[in-house]
Protein backbone atom coordinates (compact mmCIF):
# COMPACT_ATOMS: atom_id res chain seq x y z
CA UNK A 1 0.00 0.00 0.00
CA UNK A 2 3.08 2.27 0.65
CA UNK A 3 4.40 1.78 -2.68
CA UNK A 4 1.11 2.21 -4.51
CA UNK A 5 0.46 5.42 -2.39
CA UNK A 6 3.99 6.89 -3.55
CA UNK A 7 3.43 5.89 -6.85
CA UNK A 8 -0.18 7.88 -7.28
CA UNK A 9 1.57 11.15 -5.23
CA UNK A 10 4.40 10.94 -7.97
CA UNK A 11 1.92 11.14 -10.50
CA UNK A 12 -0.09 13.52 -9.50
CA UNK A 13 3.13 15.89 -8.67
CA UNK A 14 4.11 14.88 -12.60
CA UNK A 15 0.51 16.20 -13.44
CA UNK A 16 0.72 19.32 -11.60
CA UNK A 17 3.93 20.15 -12.61
CA UNK A 18 3.02 19.74 -16.23
CA UNK A 19 -0.19 22.03 -15.71
CA UNK A 20 1.80 24.73 -13.85
CA UNK A 21 4.19 24.64 -17.05
CA UNK A 22 1.05 25.08 -19.78
CA UNK A 23 0.24 27.85 -17.34
CA UNK A 24 3.20 29.96 -17.49
CA UNK A 25 3.36 29.63 -21.52
CA UNK A 26 -0.01 30.62 -21.48
CA UNK A 27 0.25 33.61 -19.76
CA UNK A 28 3.59 34.55 -22.22
CA UNK A 29 0.99 34.54 -25.26
CA UNK A 30 -0.47 37.94 -26.42
CA UNK A 31 -4.39 38.25 -26.63
CA UNK A 32 -6.16 41.34 -28.07
CA UNK A 33 -9.42 42.25 -27.17
CA UNK A 34 -10.65 46.04 -27.02
CA UNK A 35 -8.36 48.83 -28.52
CA UNK A 36 -8.20 52.66 -27.85
CA UNK A 37 -7.29 54.42 -30.36
CA UNK A 38 -6.95 58.33 -30.17
CA UNK A 39 -6.85 60.37 -33.25
CA UNK A 40 -3.98 63.34 -33.69
CA UNK A 41 -3.81 66.24 -35.70
CA UNK A 42 -1.69 65.97 -38.33
CA UNK A 43 1.33 68.71 -38.37
CA UNK A 44 4.87 68.93 -40.08
CA UNK A 45 7.54 66.50 -37.48
CA UNK A 46 10.58 68.05 -36.71
CA UNK A 47 11.40 64.82 -35.13
CA UNK A 48 12.87 62.53 -37.96
CA UNK A 49 15.19 62.18 -40.57
CA UNK A 50 13.29 60.81 -43.57
CA UNK A 51 15.48 59.11 -46.33
CA UNK A 52 14.48 60.54 -49.48
CA UNK A 53 14.57 63.89 -48.21
CA UNK A 54 11.48 66.69 -47.78
CA UNK A 55 9.76 67.38 -44.58
CA UNK A 56 8.68 64.93 -42.37
CA UNK A 57 5.03 64.05 -41.00
CA UNK A 58 3.92 65.18 -37.20
CA UNK A 59 1.24 65.04 -34.97
CA UNK A 60 0.07 67.78 -32.55
CA UNK A 61 0.58 67.07 -28.81
CA UNK A 62 -3.58 66.72 -28.29
CA UNK A 63 -6.32 64.46 -29.85
CA UNK A 64 -8.91 65.59 -31.38
CA UNK A 65 -11.35 62.27 -30.30
CA UNK A 66 -11.14 59.20 -29.01
CA UNK A 67 -11.87 55.74 -31.07
CA UNK A 68 -12.79 52.01 -29.29
CA UNK A 69 -12.46 49.29 -31.91
CA UNK A 70 -12.43 45.10 -30.99
CA UNK A 71 -9.87 43.53 -33.01
CA UNK A 72 -10.50 40.30 -34.42
CA UNK A 73 -7.33 38.80 -35.61
CA UNK A 74 -9.41 36.74 -37.80
CA UNK A 75 -10.61 38.87 -39.78
CA UNK A 76 -7.31 40.34 -40.72
CA UNK A 77 -6.52 40.71 -44.31
CA UNK A 78 -3.25 39.92 -46.05
CA UNK A 79 -3.55 44.22 -46.86
CA UNK A 80 -3.62 44.88 -43.22
CA UNK A 81 -0.23 42.53 -42.60
CA UNK A 82 1.84 44.35 -45.56
CA UNK A 83 5.00 46.35 -43.91
CA UNK A 84 4.84 50.22 -43.83
CA UNK A 85 6.87 51.47 -46.78
CA UNK A 86 8.64 54.58 -47.13
CA UNK A 87 6.07 58.04 -48.01
CA UNK A 88 7.89 59.73 -50.98
CA UNK A 89 8.48 63.43 -50.42
CA UNK A 90 5.63 64.10 -52.96
CA UNK A 91 3.56 62.27 -50.77
CA UNK A 92 4.42 63.92 -47.21
CA UNK A 93 4.16 67.13 -49.14
CA UNK A 94 0.24 66.10 -50.15
CA UNK A 95 -0.72 64.78 -46.57
CA UNK A 96 0.17 68.13 -44.88
CA UNK A 97 -1.75 69.91 -46.97
CA UNK A 98 -4.78 68.17 -47.44
CA UNK A 99 -4.68 68.17 -43.48
CA UNK A 100 -4.99 71.88 -43.36
CA UNK A 101 -0.98 72.78 -42.62
CA UNK A 102 -0.68 75.99 -45.01
CA UNK A 103 2.89 77.02 -44.76
CA UNK A 104 5.69 74.23 -44.85
CA UNK A 105 8.77 75.31 -43.42
CA UNK A 106 12.15 74.70 -45.93
CA UNK A 107 14.37 75.07 -41.99
CA UNK A 108 13.79 71.76 -41.74
CA UNK A 109 14.65 70.26 -45.15
CA UNK A 110 17.98 72.08 -45.30
CA UNK A 111 18.42 70.74 -41.29
CA UNK A 112 17.47 67.11 -42.37
CA UNK A 113 19.96 66.97 -44.99
CA UNK A 114 23.25 68.45 -42.61
CA UNK A 115 21.81 65.18 -40.81
CA UNK A 116 21.73 62.97 -43.73
CA UNK A 117 25.18 63.96 -44.76
CA UNK A 118 26.95 63.80 -41.54
CA UNK A 119 25.74 59.94 -41.44
CA UNK A 120 27.62 58.78 -44.18
CA UNK A 121 30.43 61.16 -43.72
CA UNK A 122 31.38 58.94 -40.56
CA UNK A 123 34.01 56.55 -39.54
CA UNK A 124 37.78 56.59 -40.01
CA UNK A 125 39.70 56.79 -42.97
CA UNK A 126 42.84 54.82 -42.05
CA UNK A 127 42.90 51.71 -44.38
CA UNK A 128 44.51 48.89 -42.57
CA UNK A 129 45.66 50.10 -39.41
CA UNK A 130 44.55 52.28 -36.69
CA UNK A 131 47.26 54.77 -35.41
CA UNK A 132 46.09 57.06 -31.84
CA UNK A 133 47.50 60.10 -33.83
CA UNK A 134 45.21 60.28 -36.69
CA UNK A 135 42.31 57.64 -36.08
CA UNK A 136 38.81 59.94 -35.78
CA UNK A 137 37.59 57.22 -33.73
CA UNK A 138 40.27 57.28 -31.38
CA UNK A 139 40.37 60.90 -31.36
CA UNK A 140 36.67 61.24 -30.60
CA UNK A 141 36.82 58.32 -28.03
CA UNK A 142 34.60 56.11 -29.33
CA UNK A 143 35.28 52.94 -31.37
CA UNK A 144 35.46 51.96 -34.81
CA UNK A 145 32.51 50.02 -36.53
CA UNK A 146 32.24 48.17 -39.72
CA UNK A 147 28.55 47.57 -41.15
CA UNK A 148 29.35 46.38 -44.59
CA UNK A 149 32.89 46.46 -46.45
CA UNK A 150 34.66 49.39 -44.99
CA UNK A 151 31.79 51.79 -43.60
CA UNK A 152 31.90 53.52 -42.27
CA UNK A 153 35.33 52.38 -40.58
CA UNK A 154 38.09 51.29 -42.89
CA UNK A 155 40.34 49.29 -40.72
CA UNK A 156 41.49 45.95 -40.68
CA UNK A 157 40.99 43.44 -37.65
CA UNK A 158 43.78 42.96 -36.83
CA UNK A 159 45.30 46.31 -37.71
CA UNK A 160 43.22 48.12 -36.02
CA UNK A 161 44.55 49.68 -32.68
CA UNK A 162 41.35 51.54 -31.47
CA UNK A 163 41.68 50.92 -27.53
CA UNK A 164 37.97 51.45 -27.30
CA UNK A 165 37.41 48.07 -29.23
CA UNK A 166 35.63 47.32 -32.80
CA UNK A 167 32.66 45.85 -33.65
CA UNK A 168 32.08 44.32 -37.31
CA UNK A 169 28.73 43.36 -38.18
CA UNK A 170 27.85 39.36 -38.46
CA UNK A 171 24.71 38.18 -40.38
CA UNK A 172 25.35 34.81 -39.25
CA UNK A 173 24.85 36.37 -35.49
CA UNK A 174 22.02 38.07 -36.27
CA UNK A 175 19.97 35.08 -37.79
CA UNK A 176 21.41 32.96 -34.94
CA UNK A 177 19.76 35.35 -32.19
CA UNK A 178 16.56 35.46 -34.47
CA UNK A 179 16.14 31.51 -34.08
CA UNK A 180 17.33 31.73 -30.80
CA UNK A 181 14.88 34.76 -29.38
CA UNK A 182 12.04 32.73 -31.55
CA UNK A 183 12.07 29.65 -29.70
CA UNK A 184 12.28 31.20 -26.49
CA UNK A 185 9.32 32.80 -27.46
CA UNK A 186 7.51 29.62 -28.61
CA UNK A 187 8.62 27.97 -25.59
CA UNK A 188 10.97 25.82 -27.24
CA UNK A 189 14.49 24.57 -25.09
CA UNK A 190 17.59 26.37 -26.41
CA UNK A 191 21.15 27.12 -24.79
CA UNK A 192 21.85 30.22 -23.55
CA UNK A 193 23.06 32.76 -25.59
CA UNK A 194 25.91 35.48 -24.45
CA UNK A 195 25.90 38.40 -26.65
CA UNK A 196 27.57 41.45 -25.85
CA UNK A 197 26.14 43.37 -28.64
CA UNK A 198 23.04 41.96 -30.46
CA UNK A 199 24.18 41.07 -33.97
CA UNK A 200 27.42 42.59 -33.88
CA UNK A 201 30.32 39.89 -33.66
CA UNK A 202 33.50 41.71 -31.38
CA UNK A 203 36.32 41.22 -32.73
Not at 1 to 19: T, V
Not at 62 to 81: F, P
Not at 104 to 124: F, P
Request: net charge positive.
Amino acid sequence: MGKRKHSLNGSSEHENHEALEKRMKSKGRVSFGDVTIYHFPRKQGFVSVPSNGGSTLGMARRHLWIEKLRVDLAKTSADDQKPFAPISQKARRSILKSAGVRRILKTEERDCAKLRLSRVICGCNCGDICYSETCECILSGIGCQVDYGSFPCSCQPNGCQNGNGRKQYNPSTVEKHYCETFARINGENVGPAVLKYVGVAIV
